[in-house]
């Protein structure tokens, strides 16, 4: 501080009061020349305008002697010190300092503060020799402000009503352990509405946007980035299938060279044999001069076999990355196709399809939000003598189906006799097609018709999470092949520990799914359970999805007899049930 500002009481009113009365109004007591006076009055005027504001005790008389001079100031800014959310206690939850504070000096400050309330008073505010506390009831909870004495009261209770609307924007109930889990957010949203102690001209919608940061930018690298990766993901099953391609060419070459060689064509089965390999294999380096060609259809196949190797060494990659692979037909593999494919039906000349779909959303707490089936009954004709045709439908639904015929179906002898015939008895069914002569519909939300329900239930535990997943089988008249159910897994902590199981299990680490496979779920086999451990959290296992086929009908609607329309004389049929899945979803 100056040594000529450091001058107090009437002696430095006295001198300012002076100063001032010289400069504006030309007075000088001391008769000194004004050429040299009044140059060294501007400098001491300068001064204390400089230094005014260090002078909080001197305010008030400078500001006087300025006003006796006809000379006004401008009035001190409004300085926040700390914002905080404390107890009714003073124990600090958050505090956010704007000025340069110890920690020890604000919980100093904050408790005090409890001491210094009267209860008995509605005010919002209390001062102290140095401070002024001003605060709001938040519950139990206070939100309090430090300012200096001489920021604006007005000023200060605005700036507290925005931090206590910012609190609720992040916490969803004002208590300790809440606003201590929002810590961070706070702190960044009051950094928003003051800076250096100053308040910001801001408002909620403000602050909430400055903190989401949301940007169009990132935005844009993500879905570019997201687009980079199903494109490489497409071009690597491209070029799988364009090696898998190659390699079945070059077996089919292998097998075909020795039969030329033995029909005396050595020359056809080179030239074979060099387009094929020109088709596999590029030079990395083009050669001044190529060898000639000769008749080695052995050799070459060898060679064919050696890049053969190398594709089951790339295929073999793509598997234990998770890519299902489809190998050729050979041996082994033909089998276990064929095992996949269902039998073959034997159809006679009148042949029925009953499909039935199954749509089903259930909720991870029980609860079933829906449940639809949709069927149909599908007729195909392939003997002109078996087209003026009549079936006799036997329906044994108890659940509520709702049923429709095809337009061109007498509607009234369905309803009366549950029979399906065409309305003009003389015209016959269309021949090798397709015609849906049937259709039915259920919709419900009772949980005691869910064909197959699956319980999931994920516990924490200190190295992640505990998951144990349940099924059971409540229509006991369904037989269900080939059950899979499928529980996501959470990314990048690799592969989860199986405990007890029922079944077979594999784990797509490409996909982050554990699917658990059964291949009957019947009367027998009704129940089952999984145990699995994995790092995560219990919403990283949901929806879980499930998918069966089954021979059996839902509904329990048959076709038992076909007969001609004229003389009712029975005609052979064959029928074909299946029951799948759509969607079905444990969410």
């Known amino acids: 501080m100056s040594p000529l500002l450091a001058d107090s009481g009437t002696c430095g ?16 007591d001391d008769g000194d020349d004004d050429d040299v006076v009044r140059p060294r009055l501007a400098g001491l005027w300068a001064s204390l305008l400089t230094f005014s504001e260090e002078l909080h005790t001197s305010v008030g008389p400078i500001t006087q002697g300025v006003a006796h001079a006809s000379v006004c100031s401008a009035p001190p800014l409004q300085v926040l010190l700390a914002a905080a959310v404390c107890t009714k206690a003073g124990k600090a939850i958050v505090s956010r300092q704007f000025v340069e504070m110890t920690r020890t000096r604000v919980e100093g400050l904050l408790a005090a503060f409890p001491k210094l309330m009267n209860t008995g008073k509605q005010h919002t505010f209390v001062e102290t020799e140095s401070v002024r506390y001003v605060y709001q009831p938040l519950e139990k909870l206070y939100m309090v402000l430090v300012t200096t004495k001489n920021s604006n009261i007005l000023e200060d209770l605005e700036t507290l009503r925005l931090f206590s609307r910012v609190i609720p924007e992040y916490c969803r109930v004002l208590e ?3 606003i201590s889990e929002h810590c961070f957010d706070l702190i960044f949203a009051f950094d928003e509405i003051v800076a250096l102690g100053y308040r910001e001209n801001v408002n909620l919608a403000q602050i909430r946007t400055f903190t989401e940061m949301d940007s169009h930018e990132e935005k844009v690298f993500r879905a570019i980035r997201e687009t980079q990766e199903i494109e ?22 292998g097998k075909k060279m020795p039969g030329f060689g033995g029909f005396g064509s050595s020359g056809i089965s080179s030239s074979s044999a060099t387009v094929v390999q020109d088709s596999l294999i590029e030079p990395e380096k083009p050669k001044p001069a190529p060898a000639p060609i000769r008749p080695s259809g052995p050799s070459k196949a060898l060679k064919l076999g050696a890049k053969g190797k190398e594709v089951d060494d790339f295929v073999d990659k793509l598997k234990s990355e998770g890519e299902n692979i489809i190998l050729p037909s050979m041996g082994k593999r033909a089998s276990e196709v064929s095992k996949s494919l269902p039998a073959p039906v034997n159809t006679e000349s009148v042949h029925m399809r009953v499909e039935e779909k199954i749509t089903l959303t259930c909720g991870r707490d029980g609860g079933l939000q829906n449940m639809e089936i949709l069927g149909m009954i599908t007729l195909r004709v392939s003997e002109e003598k078996s087209g003026r045709i009549r079936m006799l439908v036997s329906n044994n639904d108890k ?4 049923l429709q015929t095809h337009p061109n179906v007498d509607k009234k002898l369905f309803t009366s006799d549950s029979i399906i015939g ?27 018709l869910i064909p197959l329900t699956i319980n999931c ?5 200190g190295s992640g999470c505990d998951v144990n997943i349940e099924y059971e089988l409540q229509e006991e008249s369904l037989e269900l092949n080939d059950v899979v159910i499928s529980i996501p897994m959470p990314s990048g902590v690799g592969a989860p520990v199986i405990g007890d199981l029922d079944g077979e299990y594999r784990h797509d680490s490409r996909r982050n799914v554990l699917e658990w496979c059964l291949p009957v779920v019947d009367v027998k086999n009704k129940t089952g359970s999984l145990e699995l451990s994995i790092a995560g959290q219990p919403n990283d296992f949901f929806p879980v999805s499930v998918s069966f086929v089954s021979k059996g009908s839902y509904c329990d609607i048959q076709v038992v007899k076909v007969f001609q329309v004229d003389g009712d004389s029975p005609v052979r049929f064959s029928t074909e049930t299946s029951l799948v899945t759509d969607k079905y979803e444990i969410l």
Do not use: H, I, Y
Request: net charge positive; aromatic share 6%.
């Open 13 to 28: 009113n006295e001198l300012f009061a002076k100063c001032a009365r010289s400069l504006v109004c030309g007075d000088d």
């Open 176 to 178: 300790e352990g809440e």
């Open 232 to 253: 490489a993901k497409a071009e690597m099953r491209r070029k799988a299938k364009e090696l898998q391609q190659a390699r079945r060419d070059a077996e089919r070459a």
């Open 422 to 448: 065409l309305k003009n008895p003389d015209k016959s069914f269309p021949l090798n097609n397709d015609v849906g002569v049937l259709k039915w519909r259920l919709q419900t939300t009772d949980e005691s």
């Open 457 to 461: 239930w994920p516990s924490e535990s």
């Open 399 to 402: 659940k509520g189906v709702q």
